[in-house]
Every structure is written in C-alpha cells, then in structure tokens.
C-alpha cells in the first residue's frame, strides 16, 4: 500500500513531466477501414529517445504564441 507521503512525493515530481499525445488509429463501425490521424507521420519514433522528433505531430499551443497573435487557444 503507498503511504501518504510516497503519494505526495511521486506528486510533486510528476507534477513538472510534460506530456503529449497523438491519434494513431481510430477504427469506426465493425468491417469499416482503420483511420490515422491528422498528419500523423508513421516514420517519428514514439520512444522519445531523441531531440524532439516525436512531438512534430503532436499540437503545442505556447502562451508566448498566443502573445505574439500566432495563434489562439484553439490552434
């Protein structure tokens, strides 16, 4: 069982992990064609082993984009 403080530790030190996520595949109605998502490049590795190739399919809206008017908080 996690006691209390190992639950506050793990916490503390997930809290600054960033994270990204991509649609890989998305399957409709039974029999109907697998689908990929938007962009998505099957050659990026997934195992975030090297200097960021793998977020270039994933969306990152920055505050400093949304400053500068590159965009908004909907991309």
Known sequence: ???FTEFVIASA?????????????AQGEKGSPASVGFKVNPD???NCMTINPYQQDATF??????K????NECG
Not at 13 to 25: C, N, S, T
């Open 1 to 3: 069982m996690v006691s």
């Open 13 to 25: 030190v997930l809290v600054g992990a960033p994270g990204h996520g991509v649609i890989l595949g």
């Open 44 to 46: 990026i590795a997934r």
């Open 61 to 66: 809206i920055r505050d400093a984009e949304i």
């Open 68 to 71: 500068a008017n590159l965009v």
